[in-house]
């Protein structure tokens, strides 16, 4: 489960790669994608992209261009499953919350009859 922070850059690196096994990245670029009011830094960004690569999502290699810090990413398994993942977890909720909707209204309707019944 991955947490808020790593859930962001996940989908900004998932994006930056645009359905290809791998891209070229800047850590301004993925600041860019990320939300400002999170307050993201490069080092923040190094530290969580670290942490998806030991989960498996991607291989990491940090690299120089014209002085500029840049990040090689090769997505893995987890890394492609990533949208089709968050998009069951969305379907996981909706499905939770009708089933409570669901119990609610049964249990309304139950207790109308018993009212009915005994009242």
Known sequence: MLSKSENEVMS??????????????????????????????????????HDL????????????RKGEKMYVINLKE???A???CAKQKQR??????MLAFIGAAATFIFGLIIKGIFG
């Open 82 to 84: 990533y949208k089709r």
């Open 12 to 49: 900004a690196v998932y994006s930056l790669c645009d359905g290809t096994d791998g891209c070229l990245v800047s850590p301004l670029e993925i600041l860019s994608i990320l939300p400002a009011k999170r307050k993201y830094n490069p080092e923040k960004i190094d530290g969580i992209l």
């Open 78 to 80: 987890n890394g492609f």
């Open 92 to 97: 996981d909720i909706a499905f939770r919350i």
């Open 53 to 64: 690569m030991c989960d498996g999502y991607f291989d990491l290699i940090i690299s120089e």
